[in-house]
């Protein structure tokens, strides 16, 4: 049983016993509370005509194709090995762009808490990773407590995004994302320059907008399966416990690097 860096909670409840009936729903204000976000969200981001740009109801091949561009250069892979077949575009929005899904992957790390829900997590998992918030809020709404140790054997996909690789390897991605902004692609000029063109991406092109909005949204979010995740593992450490919460990105890869496995 793993043990706490500061002292040990017990958790009631058995997760052999437990079916996907057995447990109880979440608050009704808690699920009303988060599908008024989600609402909030896609009515604003996707729909409305307030954000810069066209909404999805006017999506342009544009947006499409720069959609599909950023997909190709995630994880800087492609810019990085094959400079001369990668798209261009520009440093800084390909640093808010893997920023956005590796917040989105992220949360994978929270994949046994799916086990005994009414639904699967795994399209949510997917959905996250390509359509962020649109997902995972609804996740958010749906489930119900899982506070029990799940029963082994972990899946294939539990043990990889149990791992400490997991993090680690996101944490990368981003630091070396926030590094690319401003040092890669000299032709964009220096960081007032790149800086400036920027926000003029940001200014008018719906797609880049919509990225600083993920990315608050999943910081008001992020913590929000620590508790039961925490209750999991029978670990109680209230420093990490809200440096989880309230530390954007960060936090949640220092939480997940520290928490204690399930062997």
């Known amino acids: 049983m793993p043990n706490s860096d500061s002292q040990t909670a017990g958790v009631s409840g058995d997760a052999s016993t437990q079916t996907k009936g057995d447990r109880p729903a979440q608050a009704a204000w808690v699920s009303l509370l988060v599908w008024l976000v989600w609402l909030a969200y896609v009515g604003y981001v996707l729909l409305s005509d307030l954000p810069p740009g066209p909404s999805l109801l006017h999506t342009s091949p544009a947006t499409l194709q720069e959609a599909i561009a950023l997909s190709l250069n995630f994880g800087l892979v492609l810019p990085a090995l094959f400079p001369a077949v990668a798209p261009v575009l520009h440093p800084g929005l390909e640093a808010l762009f893997n920023l956005t899904v590796g917040w989105g992957l992220l949360l994978w790390g929270f994949a046994i808490d799916g086990r005994g829900q009414r639904l699967p997590i795994l399209p949510f998992l997917l959905g996250t990773a390509f359509l962020t918030n649109v997902f995972y809020l609804p996740w958010l709404a749906l489930r119900r407590p899982n506070p029990e140790p799940p029963t082994p054997p972990l899946s294939r996909l539990e043990q990889i995004t149990e791992s400490r690789a997991w993090p680690l390897v996101l944490g990368a991605i981003a630091l070396a994302s926030a590094v690319w902004a401003v040092a890669a692609r000299p032709e964009f000029g220096d960081g007032p320059t ?30 929000w399966l620590v508790s039961d995740d925490m209750a999991r593992r029978q670990w109680v450490n209230l420093a990490i416990g809200w ?21």
């Open 194 to 223: 790149r800086w400036a063109s920027l926000v003029e991406i940001l200014q008018g092109d719906r797609l880049a907008y919509s990225f600083l909005i993920d990315l608050l949204v999943f910081w008001l979010f992020q913590g």
């Open 243 to 263: 440096i989880a919460r309230l530390v954007p990105f960060v936090g949640l890869v220092v939480y997940m690097v520290r928490r204690p496995s399930f062997e």
